[in-house]
């Protein structure tokens, strides 16, 4: 709906690619982008340069690739202040553990970190790395300070990893990095003025200080909604139970823990426009949390369960302050359209996003959900939960246009 292809047409993208085995991706990154009539210059780190050849790179690319920060054909060529200063966004693919801690601390020994640390420019960062590694606090710590100062982030994926370990780490899928490459080319102001509330992943029940009731969100899903619609200006609040993801760069996030803090935080961030309920919301609580740990007695206790708060009902119950559009997600499965069906009705909301779970959707990157409204149901193909995350801000944006003010979606 943005009609961004003559936007986008013409900019160029400054590739820094760092040493590992997702520089495999690279050819045919640069590739679709050159086909999309962007120009690509490149810059590869010592390391990336033993995994794809600059001869490969200036070849897809039409121009000299950049690799050494003292030499003096290059620089004299085009210096790296240069280089960092003259492309529309920056792209870092593959991004390190390494190449994202020297970011993160301001260091500049070669010719990429120098390059990134004077580049005024939009920065999209990649990561591909083994799982540990992504998930060690260090490169955590790393990457929220990244996003805390506006580097974006796309990825990394789940899966097989090259090392051979399963689990987060894949850098994103070329398609997937074309489209926040095109989404921060040319940002899609759809929903500027507009206010969202979205929530993500598990809600965490306590049985006493150490243990709990919670469940396997990821909160992938949600996340990636939040930051799909912050992307295209609508000021968001997240509202997530823990998960193991960084906060996305420019949405207000409130982490919290129980469902009715969950319930709590949301109708604090009311009033708003739209709200997205990707949360799994643990549906029962147990009724006296104890305040100490529970000691282990040769009798198990019997744990009283009570129901936590509906929020997407509570959120979709008419009022002044209802949200103009309220969507809902159901996990099934079994027979996921009557369900779903039911469930929009029975919650009062106005879309459900149905998803099978029967399959491995839990912490896995793709999704394959059906859009159910009022008037009927849309069928989406099997795409990355980033894709389903854009098309479903598309569909709010477009709703969102088509209300009056103080009228409900269908
Ligand atoms: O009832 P069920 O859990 O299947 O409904 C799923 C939908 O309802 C999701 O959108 C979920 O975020 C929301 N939900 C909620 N509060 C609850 C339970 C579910 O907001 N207590």
């Known amino acids: ?101 020297k970011m993160a601390h301001g260091l500049a020994d070669d010719l990429a970190s120098t390059t990134l640390l004077a580049t005024d420019r939009p920065i999209l960062v990649a990561p591909a790395m083994n799982v540990q590694m992504w998930r060690h606090p260090a490169t955590q710590a790393n990457q929220a300070v990244l996003a805390a100062r506006g580097v974006h982030c796309v990825g990394p994926a789940c899966g097989a990893l090259a090392c051979g370990e399963e689990g987060e780490g894949r850098m994103a899928e070329v398609p997937d990095l074309l489209a926040a490459i095109d989404s921060l080319l040319a940002p899609c102001l759809s929903l500027a003025g507009r206010r969202a509330l979205v929530t993500s992943g598990p809600t965490v029940e306590a049985i006493d200080p150490v243990r709990y009731i919670a469940n396997r969100s990821s909160g992938r899903q949600g996340h990636a909604i939040a930051e799909a619609l912050a992307r295209r200006g609508a000021r968001v609040t997240l509202v997530s139970g823990p998960t193991a993801l960084p906060d ?53 206790p019997v744990l009283s369960l009570v129901p936590n708060p509906d929020i997407l009902a509570t959120l979709s119950q008419p009022g002044p302050r209802r949200p103009a559009l309220v969507v809902g997600f159901a996990a099934e499965t079994e027979s996921l359209i009557d369900n779903a069906h039911r469930k929009r009705l029975a919650k009062g909301c106005d879309w459900i996003v149905a998803n099978d779970v029967s399959t491995d959707v839990f912490g896995g990157t793709t999704n394959t959900v059906h859009l159910i409204t009022a008037s009927g149901i849309a069928q989406w193909p099997t795409m990355t939960k980033i894709a389903v995350a854009e098309a479903l801000a598309e569909r709010i944006a477009s709703a969102l246009t088509e209300t009056r003010p103080g009228e409900q979606t269908c």
């Open 1 to 101: 709906m943005c009609g961004t292809e003559t936007v986008i047409h013409g900019k160029s993208i400054l590739l820094v690619s760092a040493g590992g085995i997702a520089a495999c991706k690279v050819p045919d990154l640069i590739r679709r982008l050159r086909e999309q009539g962007k120009a690509v210059r490149c810059i590869l780190t010592e390391a990336g340069g033993r995994f794809v050849t600059p001869l490969t790179l200036a070849a897809l690319s039409g121009a000299p690739v950049y690799q050494d920060l003292f030499s003096l054909k290059d620089e004299t060529e085009m210096g790296h202040i240069r280089l960092a200063r003259e492309a529309d966004l920056v792209v870092v693919a593959p991004a390190t553990a390494d190449l994202l801690a």
């Open 248 to 300: 996305p760069a420019g949405v207000h996030t409130v982490p919290v823990e129980s469902a009715r803090a969950m319930l709590a935080a949301c109708e604090a961030a009311l009033p708003v426009d739209v709200a997205v309920c990707a949360a799994a919301v643990a549906d029962w609580r147990v009724e006296h949390a104890s305040s100490h740990k529970l000691k282990k007695k040769a009798a198990p």
